[in-house]
């Protein structure tokens, strides 16, 4: 029987980000990226329903019979909390699990670049982490909303769904809200938050028109808004929250993203061969002045180049980044590939791994 013990201790026994219950295979656990399968029988459904249903409240249950999926967290004191999303396939339960530890890491655990450090000291304006699904985009926010907790005196307001990293008051005074516990959406906690006396604001996902239109607006009015998107490339991100907007009004918010963006993160995640951990590549963009007037101007498809110039500023693109994974001897040229933008430059950059 899969109890809520067992499967923390599943977890972190073996270090592991990830725990998919599908029936008819054996659980499966991701460690350092890569997917491994637990000794143990294949699932049946009923063996995913008695693990899983008793932890639902009845709004819960009532929503999975709704919709088909449904998401919540459940803790275990000085371990961590576990981020779930039961939902339904071909008509029976599955379960797919993120293990987010109590301690919240820090950005040289994590092997961030230097950069983002300096996001996290800014007054104002918008700063997004973006990437796929389990590129580390929520573990990132978090190490900088942990900074900011130990260095700086801010009132941080967090919108999260469901709550991830737990945090301590340090320097900061931190408040965490869950979405549809204690609001019904993201739109609507930012439309009031402005009024609970915020100096940083985390959105967990900008997901439509109205959260991300009510995310620019608080970073105009003189917040740190911290967000994050599903999206590959710093230029992709631009071009998302613009296009999202009606034709009509897509001039006017080129105007005010270029007015109140300070940097994008892209990040994906690879096996660090070297270690056995995860390595991260990230795309940095730092909004200059130049790069505010391509996006004021609609010539988002000069970004790129201009990712690649902005050395001196910190900038540096997916594939720079990724390459410099390959030089250090942390992941392959095949893993390389299978993440990069542009296969063909990659492949002619000199990579020899340095030791």
């Given at each position: 029987?899969?109890t809520v013990?067992?499967?923390?201790?599943?977890?972190?026994?073996?270090?592991?980000s990830?725990l998919?219950?599908?029936p008819?295979?054996?659980?499966?656990?991701?460690?350092?990226?890569?997917?491994?399968?637990?000794?143990a029988?294949?699932?049946?459904?009923?063996?995913?329903?008695a693990?899983?249903?008793?932890?639902?409240?009845?709004?819960?249950?009532?929503?999975?019979d709704?919709c088909?999926d449904?998401?919540?967290?459940?803790?275990?004191p000085g371990?961590?909390r576990?981020?779930?999303?039961?939902h339904?396939?071909?008509?029976?339960?599955?379960?797919?699990?993120?293990?987010?530890?109590?301690?919240?890491?820090?950005?040289d655990?994590?092997?961030l670049?230097?950069?983002?450090?300096?996001?996290a000291?800014?007054?104002r304006?918008?700063?997004?982490?973006?990437?796929?699904?389990?590129?580390?985009?929520?573990?990132?926010?978090?190490?900088?909303?942990q900074y900011?907790?130990?260095t700086?005196?801010?009132h941080?307001?967090?919108?999260?769904?469901?709550?991830?990293?737990v945090?301590?008051?340090?320097r900061?005074?931190?408040?965490?809200?869950?979405?549809?516990?204690?609001c019904?959406?993201?739109?609507?906690?930012?439309?009031?938050?402005v009024?609970?006396?915020?100096?940083?604001i985390?959105?967990?996902e900008?997901?439509?028109?109205?959260?991300?239109?009510?995310?620019?607006?608080a970073?105009?009015?003189?917040?740190?808004?911290?967000a994050?998107l599903?999206?590959?490339?710093?230029?992709?991100?631009?071009n998302?929250i613009?296009?999202?907007?009606?034709?009509?009004?897509?001039?006017?918010v080129?105007v005010?993203?270029?007015?109140?963006?300070?940097?994008?993160?892209?990040?994906?995640l690879?096996?660090?061969?070297?270690?056995?951990?995860?390595?991260?590549a990230?795309?940095?963009l730092?909004?200059?002045?130049?790069?505010?007037?391509?996006?004021?101007?609609n010539?988002?498809?000069?970004?790129?180049?201009?990712i690649?110039?902005g050395?001196?500023?910190?900038?540096?693109?997916?594939?720079?980044?990724?390459?410099?994974?390959?030089?250090?001897?942390?992941?392959?040229?095949?893993?390389?590939?299978?993440?990069?933008?542009?296969?063909?430059?990659?492949?002619?950059?000199?990579?020899?791994?340095?030791?």
């Open positions: 029987m899969w013990d067992l499967l923390f201790d599943v977890l972190t026994d073996r270090r592991a990830d998919c219950f599908a008819g295979a054996p659980p499966v656990v991701w460690v350092a990226g890569r997917m491994m399968p637990l000794d029988p294949p699932l049946v459904p009923a063996d995913i329903e693990a899983f249903y008793p932890l639902l409240t009845a709004s819960q249950r009532e929503r999975l709704a088909g449904v998401d919540f967290s459940v803790g275990r371990v961590g576990m981020r779930l999303n039961l339904r396939q071909q008509g029976t339960l599955a379960a797919a699990i993120r293990f987010i530890p109590a301690a919240v890491p820090d950005f655990g994590l092997k670049p230097s950069r983002l450090r300096s996001f000291d800014l007054p304006g918008l700063v997004l982490v973006t990437g796929g699904a389990g590129a580390g985009k929520s573990t990132t926010l978090a190490a900088m909303i900011m907790n130990c700086h005196a801010y941080i307001i967090t919108l999260e769904d469901p709550i991830e990293f945090f301590a008051h340090r900061s005074v931190i408040e965490q809200r869950e979405i549809g516990v204690d019904p959406s993201f739109a609507s906690a930012l439309r009031h938050v009024r609970q006396r915020p100096d940083v985390l959105v967990g900008m997901r439509d028109l109205e959260t991300i239109s009510a995310a620019l607006t970073a105009e009015t003189g917040h740190l808004v911290l994050s599903h999206t590959a490339s710093a230029v992709e991100t631009v998302r613009v296009d999202v907007f009606p034709g009509s009004q897509q001039s006017q080129r005010q993203l270029a007015d109140t963006l300070q940097g994008v993160a892209c990040q994906t690879f096996h660090d061969e070297s270690d056995g951990t995860l390595a991260p990230v795309e940095i730092v909004a200059t002045p130049a790069i505010r007037r391509a996006i004021r101007d010539e988002t498809h000069l970004l790129h180049g201009m690649e110039m050395r001196a500023q910190g900038m540096q693109t997916l594939d720079a980044a990724i390459a410099n994974l390959v030089r250090r001897g942390a992941i392959t040229m095949d893993a390389a590939l299978a993440k990069c933008h542009n296969r063909e430059k990659l492949q002619q950059q000199p990579l020899a791994t340095s030791h």
